[in-house]
């Protein structure tokens, strides 16, 4: 059974850093890139880094590229996010996904459609 796990949100000050970790189950990540999204308050979800599942290539969003780093441990069967210098306008619901597509490459031109397992999702609050 596929499964995604995430972890590693809480309450942080602007300026700080967190580090989310997306544990992943009934597969191992060749077999699918990873995206990790984010949901604020009535906006759309939209995806913000993605690791391609055969060269660990990284692709991030604009808004996001330069603080964020994503990244993967195989032997974990991991994935992470690494986010420093957060913003309140980072505040959202996190959450990875993947397609299950071996060799598939980031990034996508819609990621939303092309993810078929999800995790539940961690909050993410930037505030003082």
């Known amino acids: 059974q596929v499964q995604l796990v995430e972890s590693g949100g809480g309450l942080v000050q602007p300026g700080g850093s967190l580090r989310l970790s997306c544990a992943a189950s009934?597969?191992?990540?060749?077999?699918?890139?990873i995206v990790w999204f984010r949901q604020a308050p009535g906006k759309e979800r939209e995806g913000v880094a993605c690791?391609?599942?055969?060269?660990?290539?990284?692709y991030y969003e604009d808004s996001v590229r330069g603080r964020f780093t994503i990244s993967r441990n195989n032997a974990k069967n991991t994935v992470y996010l690494q986010m420093n210098s957060l913003k309140p306008e980072d505040t959202a619901v996190y959450s990875c996904?993947?397609?299950?597509?071996?060799?598939?490459?980031?990034?996508?031109?819609?990621?939303?459609?092309?993810?078929?397992?999800w995790g539940k999702g961690t909050l993410v609050f930037v505030s003082s």
């Open positions: 996904a993947t397609d299950l597509v071996y060799g598939s490459l980031c990034p996508f031109i819609d990621p939303t459609a092309a993810m078929h397992y």
């Open positions: 009934g597969f191992t990540l060749d077999y699918g890139a």
């Open positions: 690791i391609s599942s055969s060269d660990a290539v990284a």
